[in-house]
């Protein structure tokens, strides 16, 4: 269990160290010029004014869980966020408004693909805030984290009990990823 542990706290280590940055290309204002995300790597992008939209492309799986967020906002208010499907990019899927959802200005998204579209390609898709008139520029990042179902199955396991569950390593519970192949 303490050499669990030790890997466990390494491996945490070691992703926050080995943390790629990518740059959203513009232009990406439409679902057909979408900045693809990658999983586990941030994603540098900016408003460059009150009519800029930034559209980003995601290859969604229905065996996997996904957390979409954003961090370090400059932006003046909080950004608005919607979900498409590649079927219709002219129906937004998320239930209720992420918007604002992590604080200071930041969107978290945390589920997966839903169960009448199932795998494919999901767009989402960032604008300025309604209210917001005059200039409207700022930087932020947006980040996508996926983790396949099955990785997560018995990986707390056995936790039936209570004296199971607090043998076990803790689960993070930070959006961050766990790295599970250094706990063979």
Known sequence: MKKKLIFLFFGFLLGFINV???TEIEPNNSFGSATLLIDNEDMQCSFSDNTDVDVFKINMSADSIYHIYSADNSLPSSMNIEMFFEGDTTLNILNGSPN??????NF????WSPQEYGSGVYYVKLTHAPLITGDYTGDYKVRLISQNLDEWANLH??????????GQFPLPVDGSRLAVWFLI
């Open 100 to 105: 604002g959802r992590a604080g200071n200005g």
């Open 108 to 111: 978290r998204i945390a589920g």
């Open 20 to 22: 790629q940055a990518q």
């Open 157 to 166: 396991e056995p936790d039936n009990t209570f004296q199971e569950a607090f």
